[in-house]
């Protein structure tokens, strides 16, 4: 679990999930990754809530309607609440993001597997409000992502990035 | 640079540095962890520039006008490009906010300090689209933040996060 190792390695999964359960000190573990991310201003916008109970499970993973991520055996949800940090600026989406990036690399280095999936649920339909309803979350707080955890039961395929020089410069754009 | 150990120990500095130059090599591991973070629709709409030149590096500074920030001997300047990722939606913000969280962690695993310095750079007197014209950045592309990079000069002051409890639950809201 060497942090350069981790953030190499990581990779969105969406191949199917074993049915061998998450502990739940791993659970744990990732949510305080998430938690431990900074926020603007210190507003501390993001909370979570991990799920392994399985007619619960059940439940989610119906609202969400993909084979794939509904067979993992947990997920980890992330909250967020539109707090003004000062004057008129939020920085929630800043917040929630760089929480979820946290889980996510907690999630590779513990060897699960996992997906960021935000636009499944924040979409017209609303998937993320019926889920937040079915676990108590009050109307002022959003459920933004869903996190599904768990083993890999397949290969994944797995997208390319554009080469580092194409992205990234010293001193100037291009340079 | 045990994965946890990083998460737990990243904090922002806001203290003076070090005048001890950052090598390019560091600089360059910084990059990469950005540029291996997730991206909406692998748009990948982050890009980065490290900024070492001691002539670019005061430039900035005076821009900025914060001492402390400025008396780093570099900088990782974050780019976003608003790009569409599906029908009306655009995932920048998280992209670019996942980024600048693997980039702190590889700061922080380097025993270099930073602080995710936003507000500062795109509030109404527009810092960062002056430090994007310096830099040769295109007017469709944006700087978003700027990462100093440097060894502590002094014993900075942190802030204090909520308890788990208060933000982190298992199986349903404040649970």
Do not use: H
């Not at 907690?106 to 409000?129: F, K, M, N, P």
Request: glycine content about 6%.
């Amino acid at each position: 679990m060497e942090l350069f190792d981790v953030i190499k390695s990581r990779r969105s999964y969406r191949g199917m999930y074993q049915q061998k359960p998450v502990s739940r000190e791993d659970l744990r573990l990732i949510m305080e990754a998430a938690l431990a991310a900074p926020s603007g201003c210190n507003k501390q916008t993001t909370s979570v809530i991990a799920v392994d109970d399985p007619e619960l499970m059940k439940q989610l993973g119906d609202m969400l309607g993909k084979p794939n991520f509904a067979s993992a055996p947990a997920a980890v949800c992330i909250l967020s609440e539109k707090k003004i940090a000062y004057k008129n600026r939020t920085f929630f989406v800043q917040d929630y993001s760089a929480a979820i990036q946290n889980a996510l690399l907690a999630i590779q280095g513990l060897g699960l597997e996992s997906c960021w999936v935000e636009g499944y649920v924040t979409d017209t339909d609303c998937i993320g409000r019926k889920m937040a309803d079915l676990l108590g979350v009050p109307e002022n707080i959003d459920l933004v992502c869903y996190l599904p955890v768990g083993y890999a039961a397949e290969e994944g395929s797995y997208v390319q990035k554009m080469p580092f020089e194409e992205r990234a410069w010293f001193n100037g754009y291009r340079k």
